[in-house]
């Protein structure tokens, strides 16, 4: 059966195309996994500036395709790499997608994200005709793509092609929903009927990933905790009923991590591989590491504690702000890699001012030194707000750099609390949102590596874990299965 099924991924980024985040991740690795097993997987995507630029070369498979949207009649190129074994296809059309950034700049997002991104669901329908395409069951990701299974049901009803289509839904982040204001519903092609509280609307505005939710045939999310944690007013950013309504198509379905890229044993970017059996070269990239940042000689025996994040309030930079100086006050070093809000540039930029030596600020998407941060510290922080699933505690779990992180989605379903008597545990865990609670959950990570034997343990069991793409590839094969019975 699975040698059989034909599946159309539709995402708004993808690894190695154009990534903000872990679904771009996600968009680079399951495919390949999911093709393993036999499935016949393409992936559409935009044809950002960064997709024209980069390094693998592409060229047109279809060109001058016909896109009915809400704003007419609007033509696209279908693009392709020309090299590599890459199923992505993109959508072309320069006023929308050849920019500097994916969805805005730190000062806000583009003002025209509703045109682009319906133009790109849009595309989805000519582009299988052109490709002649006939995929079984449609798989969009986040609000970008949400318009799929909304057209799919109420404008494309009549085409042969997609008629026995079944769409799937993943929402990686319920934060970011595509609020549009009412006044632009018609650029979306679709009947006002559609804008009431059981289609796109939502306190008056569009809701694109709310049409998602409401249309798909089954929805996902990226951890079995945030399954459960969107249905609630805590987690929910006003969509829990919806998402509760919908209870009996909503699964979790942890990501996988792409070994291939994140094993210390292999990376090439790296100072110097290491395993479990053979765990010295981790020295040498935390030296590197330090070097990297400028961070004291003297301080090479303490324990160094990485973050790498988007900077943003989900990832709780506000308790990091809070223990700061605690920790600043100890023989301590912390290197910080991220972009994101404005303000967390401005901070980062004035406290790396204050603790030279000791905390390394780095303003920058940057993989390389992503890896190093990741191969060379001692421990990674992640007090995140909420964590739909997460992957740097993934990544650090491999590396044998202990993970400090919030008890919530995600991270509370990848990482287990360190038994002290036992030893147990791969990582170190608070609940309560709290600098209190953070730096108490510090404090007991940093006493755990005081004790050499205990932590040498703990750093084993971290990195015998095992969250291969396969096992999830399985769970969506799985899903996909059951959505055309
Ligand atoms: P999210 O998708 O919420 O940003 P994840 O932990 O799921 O968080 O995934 C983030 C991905 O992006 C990881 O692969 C991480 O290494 C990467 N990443 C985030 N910020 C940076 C950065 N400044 N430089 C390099 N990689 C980054």
């Known amino acids: 059966m699975a040698q059989d099924l034909r599946v159309l991924f539709v995402a708004s980024e993808g690894v190695p195309f154009a990534k903000t985040g872990g679904l771009a991740d996600v968009v680079g690795a399951l495919p390949l996994a999911l093709k393993e097993l036999g499935v016949d997987v393409r992936i559409l995507m935009p044809y950002y500036g960064a997709v024209k630029q980069g390094n693998i070369p592409t060229a047109p498979v279809a060109e001058n395709l016909d896109v009915h949207t809400g704003l007419g009649t609007i033509s696209c190129d279908i693009m392709a790499p020309t090299q590599g074994d890459h199923p992505f296809y993109f959508v072309a059309r320069d006023e929308f997608f050849e920019r500097s950034q994916l969805y805005g700049t730190p000062q806000g997002d583009y003002f025209d994200n509703l045109e682009r991104f319906a133009f790109f669901s849009a595309a989805v329908l000519p582009f299988c005709q052109a490709l002649d395409f006939q995929p079984h069951l449609i798989h969009c990701h986040d609000w970008q793509a949400s318009l799929v299974p909304v057209y799919l049901r109420c404008r494309w009803w009549g085409e042969p092609l997609l008629a026995g289509a079944r769409t799937l839904l993943t929402i990686h982040n319920l934060a ?10 018609p650029l979306l092609g679709l009947d006002w ?75 090439p970017l790296i100072h110097a591989n290491y395993s479990l059996a053979d765990p010295k070269g981790k020295a040498k990239d935390k030296a590197g590491l330090m070097e990297a940042f400028g961070l ?6 303490a324990p160094l504690l990485g973050i790498i994040s988007r900077l943003a309030d989900q990832k709780g930079f ?33 406290e790396a001012k204050k603790y030279p030596g000791k905390l390394g600020v780095k303003i920058a998407f940057d993989n390389a030194l992503a890896h190093l941060i990741e191969a060379g510290s001692d421990m990674f922080l992640m007090p995140s707000r909420f964590e739909p699933c997460g992957l740097n505690q993934m990544y650090s779990l491999k590396y044998g750099t202990i993970p400090v992180v919030r008890a919530t989605g995600g991270l509370a379903d990848t990482v287990t609390q360190v038994g002290h008597v036992t030893g147990a545990g791969t990582g170190f865990l608070f609940e309560d949102y709290s600098p209190e609670a953070f730096l108490k959950c ?44």
Not at 176 to 185: A, D, H, N, S
Not at 216 to 240: C, K, M, N, W
Not at 321 to 347: N, S
Not at 452 to 476: G, T
């Open 193 to 267: 009927s559609l804008f009431s509280i059981n289609g796109l609307e939502f306190y008056d505005k569009i809701n694109l990933l709310k049409g998602g939710i409401v249309f798909a045939d089954a929805i996902t999310t990226v951890s079995h905790r945030y399954s459960i944690e969107i249905q609630t007013p805590e987690f929910g950013y006003g969509l829990e009923g919806v998402l509760k309504s919908r209870a009996g198509s909503l699964f979790g379905i942890l990501n996988g991590v792409d070994y291939k890229d994140w094993n210390p044993e292999t990376d």
């Open 296 to 301: 004291s000689k003297n301080l090479a025996q």
């Open 176 to 185: 970011y929903q595509g609020l549009f204001p009412k006044e632009k519903f």
């Open 442 to 485: 510090i404090y007991t990570a940093l006493a755990a590596f005081e004790d050499k034997r205990l932590w040498r343990r703990i750093m084993q069991n971290a990195m015998s874990q095992d969250f291969s793409w396969n096992k999830s590839a399985r769970a969506y094969l799985d899903l996909y299965q059951r959505l055309m019975e």
């Open 318 to 350: 506000d308790l990091v702000e809070a223990v700061l100086p605690q920790l600043m006050a100890r023989d301590v070093m912390v290197v910080i890699l991220g972009t994101g809000e404005e303000k967390y540039h401005r901070w980062l930029a004035g």
